[in-house]
């Protein structure tokens, strides 16, 4: 079946600009995730969102990123004017359920990722 | 500190050769672990759990060490498709349902 994935798979934008990147989850996937990756750096958590329940975004570097989700599928993180230091690999994961207390992120599988470069 | 620290490398060994990694991670509540492959300009592949007795899956073994916060990896007659960025991976329920990640240890298999 079809995997986790993200658009544009490239970006490049002018600093000041506002930007929004798309993920979609593997179909049926209930929890879905968002991560940035900078050059040399670790993966870093984002936000998470997680079917109904409010999204735990204690990942998001200020208030310039905001993320949505809608329909319970498709989700779209956007970051508003743009930094230079917000250039990394943008990548989002899913995965199909959290059931409360048991942890199963073996089954979270992560999309090829945006790019996003801000001259 | 950084919550998992990995060396990040890079580990140059001959095709056949065993090769083991290390990760530490800070936060004694961590519940689950995990190392990841990324390969250049690739996402993240999880490549295998880190249960405390030990689990293997054919060349590769993971053990966890809780009582000293360490994590291994070990891989036996590495393979030229091996080369790759290994990444230790933790998480804790009462962080949510985030995955926290080293930088990676990057690993070149040669001829």
């Known amino acids: 079946g079809a995997g986790v994935s993200q658009s544009p798979s490239n970006k490049v934008t002018e600093k000041g600009k506002d930007v929004e990147l798309r993920c979609d989850p593997i179909?049926?996937?209930?929890?879905l995730y968002w991560y940035r990756q900078s050059l040399g750096q670790g993966l870093e958590f984002l936000i998470y969102f997680q079917g109904n329940s409010a999204p735990d975004k204690s990942g998001l570097p200020s208030d310039r990123f905001s993320a949505e989700r809608t329909g319970g599928s498709v989700s779209t993180l956007t970051i508003q004017r743009t930094q230079q230091e917000d250039s990394a690999v943008y990548l989002c994961a899913s995965s199909p359920a959290w059931a409360g207390g048991i942890w199963s992120t073996d089954t979270q599988y992560f999309g090829p990722g945006t790019r996003l470069t801000v001259l | 500190r950084k919550e998992v620290e990995q060396d990040p490398g890079p580990f140059n060994v001959p095709e056949g050769a065993t090769v083991a990694f290390n990760c530490t991670y800070s936060n004694s509540a961590s519940q689950s672990f995990f190392w990841y492959r990324q390969d250049c300009r690739k996402e993240p592949k999880l490549l295998m759990s880190v249960y405390s007795s030990g689990n293997e899956d054919g060349r590769f073994t993971a053990q966890l060490n809780r009582a000293s916060q360490y994590i291994s990896l070990l891989i036996r007659d590495s393979k030229l498709s091996d080369s790759a960025t290994y990444l230790c991976v933790v998480a804790h329920t009462g962080g949510g349902n985030k995955l926290t990640f080293g930088t990676g240890t990057q690993l070149k298999v040669e001829l």
């Open positions: 179909s049926g996937h209930t929890a």
